[in-house]
């Protein structure tokens, strides 16, 4: 059986015809963020690379061969690096560790304990005490180490291991972020669920909402824990013992010291480029966490 076409009007056709075809999108449009992204790229990654670069050159070929051509002393530096002083640049680094590490930890839990009671606990002063903490977050913290200093030097831990941990234990900027998380990773009837089978708020605390709260624990500790590896003015006002150094003021006195002998810039640079190697391991393995919660997201949408 034959069909029958019936034809269009002539003036539905004009009509089709006339009508603007869609443009394509605009190349400068798709070209410019681009562009943005490459740039801040290059701005971020290139003095890494020369560090890395310049950490594999000798003291001779630091001043003298082109920049970002590899030289050939990693492993006579990497050596000096270490016996350096007898060792005082391991001493930096287990100091960098020890305050990076208990720091960061410490920081995570009071962050977590307070942002989760800020979050789900209603008392008097919540309000205030949240508004305080985002004042907290906007204060720069350069302007607490001189009273910090005068702080700890009142109550004789200034010179100490303790004057550089305790004033990393509250960050204001975590307990924000705990308290975020808390709001939307804690499911408030799960709490009361856990209330009616019996348990107390320690208990809920730590089997329910500590389990749910991890990604944004890990996101603190590794800010905390980046934090506090590079401060540099906090450890530099506090310790006056070289000892005791983390490896940001250690690697400051080499620089100092190598106006006098230039040797040690070749120490100062392939120190700069082992003290990267943690912050990029650490990176490496809790990224995973994050991307579990990015997963568990999507789920839950």
């Given amino acids: 059986m034959s069909t029958v076409t019936t034809p269009r009007p002539a003036g539905v ?3 089709a015809a006339d009508r603007p075809r869609p443009r394509p999108a605009s190349r400068r449009g798709a070209i ?3 562009v943005v992204l490459v740039l801040g790229a290059l701005y971020c990654l290139v003095p890494v690379v020369w560090v890395l670069v ?3 050159k000798s003291s001779s ?3 003298s061969t082109f920049t970002f051509l590899p030289g050939t002393g990693l492993v006579e530096n990497l050596g000096d690096l270490f016996a350096y002083g007898d060792g005082q640049y391991a001493q930096w680094a287990l100091n960098s560790l020890v305050f990076a590490g208990v720091g960061a930890v410490a920081c995570t839990l009071v962050s977590t304990m307070a ?3 800020l979050a789900k606990y209603d008392f008097p002063g919540r309000q205030v005490a949240f508004y305080a903490i985002l004042g907290g977050v906007l204060l720069p913290g350069i302007t607490l180490a001189i009273p910090q200093y005068l702080l700890m030097s009142k109550i004789g831990l200034a010179g100490t291991y303790w004057s550089v941990l305790l004033p990393c234990l509250i960050s204001p900027f975590g307990i924000f972020l705990a308290r975020v998380y808390a709001v939307s990773a804690v499911p408030t009837e799960t709490m009361e669920a856990a209330r009616i089978d019996g348990a107390n708020d320690a208990r809920v605390f730590v ?3 500590l389990p749910m709260m991890v990604p944004g624990m890990v996101t603190i500790f590794l800010l905390q824990f980046v934090g506090i590896w590079n401060n540099f003015l906090l450890p530099f006002i506090m310790l006056s013992d070289e000892r005791m150094y983390p490896l940001t003021v250690g690697l400051y006195t080499l620089l100092s010291k190598g106006s006098g002998t230039p ?3 070749s120490l100062a ?3 700069s480029a082992v003290a990267i190697i943690p912050l990029v391991a650490m990176m490496l393995v809790l990224q995973r966490y994050w991307r579990l919660d990015l997963i568990s997201g999507g789920l839950k949408g």
Avoid: D, Q
């Fill in 61 to 63: 070929e630091l001043f």
């Fill in 269 to 271: 640079i392939i120190g």
């Fill in 263 to 265: 040797s040690l810039y």
């Fill in 13 to 15: 056709r004009r009509l």
């Fill in 207 to 209: 089997s329910v909402a």
């Fill in 54 to 56: 310049a950490s594999t």
């Fill in 32 to 34: 410019l963020p681009s």
């Fill in 115 to 117: 942002g989760y009671a």
